[in-house]
């Protein structure tokens, strides 16, 4: 059985990478002042952060049914037998049960696995899918084994700014004013199905440090007795320089010395709702890789 795997750039996995990989990558939608673009083919990050601190008119969108089945029947053309693909969670966008719709027209060759993640969670969702793929597993099985351990994972994100959280109507702009001038950083939170509200801290700093706090707390209580080999640490951002992704990482690193933290930038499709100078963290479970 050759099961090929595939994901798009929610994952924070850029098609350099999933070409290194043999993973298949599709790149999500962005609509520029009614023009779509795809996230790391036509699109940049600078030029996508210029467009959204401008006066463009972005938002994203899920991929065409089209481009999904074009990706999906060049690979099934190109000696692969089965395809796992793992989009983004059903709880975050449309595009996994459309997707999930659109895979009952190829008679089981394609599975759709509901993993329940986004960005550092998803990209090890992937990378657990590429290993069971190469032990030979099957569509169906790899389907199974992610969707078992979806939930065995934790984000946490600080937004620096509410302007765009005002944008899609998450707070008034009266709630928006008053938090820029308290310096109000609100830190969301992933556990599944969708991005709620967390805490509110003044001063990303504090951000930070209450980010470090809820995941130590995951440590200590949902992850408590797995052993560190099957824990991943992944830290995220949008729009940062080098220099603050570094800064955060290492304070990462710092807190969990045991961790080897890796860094992702976040996907257009978050980064569009929070904003820039956004900071994120997740920790997921991998699997036993019993087959």
Same mark, same amino acid.
């Given at each position: 059985? &050759?099961?090929?795997?595939?994901?798009?750039?929610?994952?924070?996995?850029?098609?350099?990478?999933?070409?290194?990989?043999?993973?298949?990558?599709?790149?999500?939608?962005?609509?520029?002042?009614?023009?779509?673009?795809?996230?790391?083919?036509?699109?940049?990050?600078?030029?996508?952060?210029?467009?959204?601190?401008?006066?463009?008119?972005?938002?994203?969108?899920?991929?065409?049914?089209?481009?999904?089945?074009?990706?999906?029947?060049? #690979?099934?053309?190109?000696?692969?037998?089965?395809? #796992?693909?793992?989009?983004?969670?059903? @709880?975050?966008?449309?595009?996994?049960?459309?997707?999930? @719709?659109?895979?009952?027209?190829?008679?089981?060759?394609?599975?759709?696995?509901?993993?329940?993640?986004?960005?550092?969670?998803?990209?090890?969702?992937?990378?657990?899918?590429?290993?069971?793929?190469?032990? *030979?597993?099957?569509?169906?099985?790899?389907?199974?084994?992610?969707?078992?351990?979806?939930?065995?994972?934790?984000?946490?994100?600080?937004?620096?700014?509410?302007?765009?959280?005002?944008?899609?109507?998450?707070?008034?702009?009266? *709630?928006?004013?008053?938090?820029?001038?308290?310096?109000?950083?609100?830190?969301?939170?992933?556990? *599944?199905?969708?991005?709620?509200?967390?805490?509110?801290?003044?001063?990303? &700093?504090?951000? &930070?440090?209450?980010?470090?706090?809820?995941?130590?707390?995951?440590?200590?209580?949902?992850?408590? *007795?797995?052993? &560190?080999?099957?824990?991943?640490?992944?830290?995220?951002?949008?729009?940062?320089?080098?220099?603050?992704?570094?800064?955060?990482?290492?304070?990462?690193?710092?807190?969990?010395?045991?961790?080897?933290?890796?860094?992702?930038?976040?996907?257009?499709?978050?980064?569009?709702?929070?904003?820039?100078?956004?900071?994120?963290?997740?920790?997921?479970?991998?699997?036993?890789?019993?087959?």
């Amino acid at each position: 059985m &050759k099961t090929a795997v595939m994901t798009d750039t929610n994952s924070g996995i850029t098609k350099q990478e999933a070409d290194v990989l043999g993973i298949f990558l599709m790149q999500m939608p962005v609509i520029i002042d009614g023009e779509t673009h795809y996230e790391g083919l036509d699109l940049t990050h600078d030029s996508f952060f210029a467009a959204l601190t401008g006066n463009q008119n972005v938002s994203t969108s899920q991929p065409s049914p089209g481009d999904v089945m074009d990706m999906w029947d060049e #690979i099934l053309n190109s000696g692969y037998d089965e395809i #796992i693909y793992i989009p983004m969670s059903s @709880g975050l966008s449309a595009s996994c049960e459309a997707a999930m @719709g659109l895979a009952l027209d190829y008679d089981g060759k394609v599975q759709v696995a509901n993993n329940h993640r986004i960005s550092v969670t998803m990209r090890i969702s992937v990378m657990e899918a590429k290993h069971y793929a190469d032990l *030979g597993a099957s569509a169906a099985k790899i389907k199974e084994l992610l969707e078992t351990n979806a939930f065995n994972s934790s984000i946490y994100i600080a937004v620096d700014t509410l302007e765009f959280l005002k944008r899609g109507g998450r707070v008034t702009a009266a *709630g928006a004013a008053l938090g820029s001038v308290l310096n109000i950083k609100p830190v969301l939170t992933i556990q *599944g199905e969708r991005l709620d509200a967390f805490a509110k801290v003044r001063g990303m &700093k504090k951000a &930070k440090l209450r980010m470090i706090e809820a995941l130590k707390n995951d440590f200590e209580t949902r992850f408590q *007795g797995i052993p &560190k080999e099957r824990l991943r640490l992944g830290a995220a951002g949008a729009g940062l320089s080098a220099e603050q992704e570094k800064e955060w990482t290492d304070m990462l690193s710092a807190s969990f010395p045991e961790m080897d933290v890796y860094y992702d930038s976040l996907s257009f499709s978050i980064s569009c709702h929070i904003g820039p100078g956004g900071y994120g963290v997740g920790i997921s479970v991998i699997g036993e890789y019993d087959l």
